[in-house]
């Protein structure tokens, strides 16, 4: 099982991420689809190569053809958005965030599959790429959707998590052995 994998290959000093690997995705109380999008999406927003060959198979795995391809799209769009959103947020010019964006971002308005799904993937790449922007706007979404707070955390707690074994991943594979 690619959890167990990643386990495997974390250093012991990095003992709480081999937990939080096993709690926030072994046991967590998403739907699968909400579950393994989310996994995907973080997965490709870390550009980790290790945690991409080890999480990806079992996403696949857990998800339809279109959530693939959407988990996908979402990291897609947001690795675009977030610099985008983020740098008009950072800009002490406020006249940027009123001129048109001029960005096709057409599969957030049709992504495939259920629409507060793909909210809850991008949400999550966003928290990996720090966009406070985006984080209040998927957020939004998705609140008003009805959907519980826990449930928002639970995403932000896998990226988190997924983003912390990938950044010891690739940088114990730069040390020397």
Not at 91 to 107: C, F, P, Q, V, W
Request: with cysteine; proline share 4%.
């Amino acid at each position: 099982m690619a959890l167990d994998e990643l386990k495997a290959a974390l250093p012991d000093y990095a003992k709480d991420l081999k937990l939080n690997l096993g709690s926030v995705i072994g046991n967590s109380d998403l739907p699968e689809q909400q579950l393994w999008g989310t996994v995907l999406a973080c997965a490709m927003a870390t550009g980790s190569p290790a945690v991409l060959r080890e999480l990806e198979p079992e996403a696949k795995s857990h998800l339809s053809p279109e959530a693939y391809q959407a988990a996908k799209g979402a990291a897609a769009i947001m690795a675009m958005n977030n610099v985008y959103y983020r740098t008009l947020h950072l800009l002490s010019d406020k006249e940027y965030g009123t001129m048109r964006a001029g960005l096709r971002m057409n599969i957030i308005g049709n992504p495939g599959v259920d629409k507060v799904d793909f909210e809850l993937w991008c949400f999550a790449v966003s928290a990996i790429n720090g966009c406070g922007q985006c984080l209040d706007s998927h957020e939004g979404v998705l609140r008003k959707a009805g959907v519980e707070r826990e449930v928002v955390q639970a995403s932000v707690k896998i990226a988190a998590t997924v983003q912390a074994v990938a950044s010891v991943l690739d940088a114990e594979a730069q040390l020397p052995q």
